[in-house]
């Protein structure tokens, strides 16, 4: 079974919005077809008490090209706005960008071909996500991207493609629409197959339309509160449909999806490199060409 089958940016909203904040991306595909030239940028952009979290990627998806390379998650210490791939200017238009802005730091890396995960001394990453479709993203340039001006076979959308803009949808009706431009939720309770978690305050959160960028009311005790349930209930990790109770809406909003904690994560094989020295993750950085601040 596919548990992430029609993720997208949403899907990260209902795991780092309304779950813990703080994920960091373990796997992820990358566009079918695609190379990255340098990295892309994730458009999605998590907004937590500790900063803004950023998500980069590299990946060679052509017909024989090695696949994903590296996965960064990324934090501007202390920030409390998005930058300009999600923010939704004064005429309530966005304006993106690729280019990083100095200042962040890396919080994690991820190198899903080797099942390794490296987190340098004091990282906050808390939360392990896997995707197996891709997200929306940002680009300067692909380099096959001739191919794109090709007309589709079909004019309609895939079943696939169907239940990932359908999902969007339900989390468009199921959200509040604010004063400030943005779509508000309260989480009441996450069921995971049958087991429920309830946070001891309800978990506020509010996204743009484009659900491209997340701020949540989440608080220390609350995302402790979640590792441990998930640690308790799950011992190598979640895989199944996750039903989030929302306040006001008719029925909870289901997603499959595949989660765990570092904990569970390292009880289930993969690798974690906790403290990596600077010249590591330098190394690391330099081999799959990605960004630097």
């Known amino acids: 079974m596919n548990f992430t089958q029609f993720s997208r940016s949403v899907l990260f909203l209902s795991v780092a919005g309304l779950v813990l904040g703080g994920c960091g991306m373990r796997s992820y595909p990358g566009q079918p077809g695609m190379v990255t030239n340098s990295y892309s940028k994730v458009d999605l952009e998590d907004l937590e008490a500790e900063g803004l979290y950023v998500y980069e990627v590299t990946y060679d998806n052509h017909a024989h090209g090695a696949g994903v390379g590296a996965i960064v998650t990324k934090l501007y210490p202390g920030a409390q706005t998005y930058t300009s791939n999600v923010r939704t200017n004064a005429d309530g238009t966005l ?63 895939g079943a696939h493609a169907f239940k990932a803009m359908k999902l969007r949808y339900d989390f468009l009706r199921a959200g509040r629409f604010t004063l400030k431009g943005s779509l508000a939720y309260q989480i009441q309770s996450i069921d995971l197959a049958g087991k429920i978690f309830t946070p001891s305050i309800p978990i506020s959160v509010e996204t743009n339309l484009f659900q491209s960028g997340v701020q949540t009311s989440l608080t220390p005790v609350i995302r402790a509160e979640a590792v441990k349930f998930i640690e308790a209930q799950f011992p190598t990790g979640f895989q199944g449909v996750m039903k989030i109770n929302v306040a006001g809406a008719t029925a909870p909003i289901e997603i499959p999806i595949g989660i765990q904690t570092l904990k569970t994560a390292a009880a289930s094989g993969i690798k974690i490199i906790q403290n990596a020295s600077q010249l590591m993750i330098d190394n690391v950085i330099s081999r799959y060409n990605l960004s630097n601040n």
């Open 95 to 157: 304006y993106r960008n690729k280019t990083n802005y100095d200042g962040a730091v890396t919080e994690m890396i991820s190198i899903p071909q080797e099942n390794q995960i490296i987190l340098p001394p004091k990282s906050t990453v808390q939360l392990l996500i896997d995707y197996s479709t891709s997200l929306d993203e940002i680009d300067d340039k692909n380099v096959v991207e001739q191919k794109l001006f090709a007309p589709p076979a079909k004019a309609s959308l």
